[in-house]
Each structure stands twice: as structure tokens, then as C-alpha cells.
T-cell receptor, first 114, second 111 residues
């Protein structure tokens, strides 16, 4: 079974803090993704990466950056946290296998910025 | 128009009935379609995917795809209270790796 592990289940940070969300997958997947999920807005893609040191902006990259130094690890960085970044953050991974490879999600990190 | 649209619900069905969940998409170039189930407070889990027109069955679940009409549906037979969750439809547009999600439909199965 694919396992995608997010380092924290719940996180509370103050406005202006730098926040790191970590994600590790154990299936040697090439692709990794960061989504946020908000009521009424669904899942929105922040950033994704299809290879080590590669990254692409998703639909809502503003206020975020990412790092992929190793294939199994994909980090989401909030440079200066703001209250509108309070959300559920979901990491996912998938194999490069044409258009049929599904996403496998981690358990999520619920971030509260006060 | 949203790229992937779902009725937010809630859709309420009695235990043992068939639940029918629908999803429409706007991009005719979409090639693969996925259904995820998400329990409250949990992350989405894959139920099944479909990429050819017609029906695909997996246990109590059947996915139906009609590319000409640009809709995909999920039928759940013999619905159980444990099926109560939000069901997310996701569409992959091309050979790339990005999925676009609908807003989800909340299903409630009443005993």
C-alpha cells in the first residue's frame, strides 16, 4: 500500500511566522502535490512537483513556496503565515503512468493561523 | 462555469437503496475520471477510476462515463450508513498529472 505521511496532524501558528509542512511518500512516486481544502471551495492545487528540484505552480501559489530536494519528500513553506492560510492542507503523490495514475493522499494537516 | 461540477447535496437515501452521484466537466479533452470518498475530518481515498465510455463495476460501486455528454456518475448499490461521506469527482485533462476536483457531494444514508 502507498503511504503518504504528513508530519503534523494539527498545527497552530502565529501571523507572520514561517511555517514548514512536510510530506514523505514511500512508493518512489515521481509526482507530488500540495492541496488546500476549504469548505465551499473544495480542493485547490497550490504547487506540484514531477521530479526532484522541479516545481510547478498550481491554481493558488501566492504566499507559498515548495522544496523537493529528495524524491520522497515534498515540503510546503508559508513564508509569512496569514490568517487566510488557515486551512486543511493535503499532500498527495502519484506515479508517472500516463493519464490513469490516481493520487494517493496523506492524512492532512489542519493549520490554524492566529 | 466551473471545470468540474457536482451538486453539493446533501443527498439523502435510505439504507439499502441505490445512491446516484453525478459529475459534469467542461473540458472535452478530459481523459481520466476518478471518484474519491472523504469522511469528515479525513483525507480523500480513491474508490475507482474510469477512462472508457460505459460502465465499470467494482463491488457495490459502478462508475458510468459518457464523454459525449461530458458527465460521469457513481452508483452505490445497497447503500449502507457507513457510505455516508463526501464524494469527490476528479478529472485529468490530458497526459499530464494534474487532477481537477469538483466540490464534492455529501451523501447521507439513513438507517
Amino acid at each position: 500500500d502507498v503511504k503518504v505521511t504528513q508530519s503534523s496532524r494539527y498545527l497552530v501558528k502565529r501571523t507572520g511566522e514561517k511555517v514548514f509542512l512536510e510530506c514523505v511518500q514511500d512508493m518512489d512516486h515521481e509526482n507530488m502535490f500540495w492541496y488546500r481544502q476549504d469548505p465551499g471551495l473544495g480542493l485547490r492545487l497550490i504547487y506540484f512537483s514531477y521530479d526532484v528540484k522541479m516545481k510547478e505552480k498550481g491554481d493558488i501559489p501566492e504566499g507559498y513556496s515548495v522544496s523537493r530536494e529528495k524524491k520522497e519528500r515534498f515540503s510546503l513553506i508559508l513564508e509569512s503565515a496569514s490568517t487566510n492560510q488557515t486551512s486543511m492542507y493535503l499532500c498527495a503523490s502519484s506515479r508517472v503512468a500516463g493519464n490513469r495514475s490516481p493520487l494517493h493522499f496523506g492524512n492532512g494537516t489542519r493549520l490554524t493561523v492566529t | 462555469q466551473k471545470e468540474v461540477e457536482q451538486n453539493s447535496g446533501p443527498l439523502s437515501v435510505p439504507e439499502g437503496a441505490i445512491a446516484s452521484l453525478n459529475c459534469t466537466y467542461s473540458d472535452r479533452g478530459s481523459q481520466s475520471f476518478f471518484w474519491y470518498r472523504q469522511y469528515s475530518g479525513k483525507s480523500p481515498e480513491l474508490i475507482m477510476f474510469i477512462y472508457s465510455n460505459g460502465d465499470k463495476e467494482d463491488g457495490r460501486f459502478t462508475a458510468q462515463l459518457n464523454k459525449a455528454s461530458q458527465y460521469v456518475s457513481l452508483l452505490i448499490r445497497d447503500s449502507q450508513p457507513s457510505d455516508s461521506a463526501t464524494y469527490l469527482c476528479a478529472v485529468k485533462k490530458d497526459a499530464g498529472n494534474m487532477l481537477t476536483f469538483g466540490g464534492g457531494t455529501r451523501l447521507m444514508v439513513k438507517p
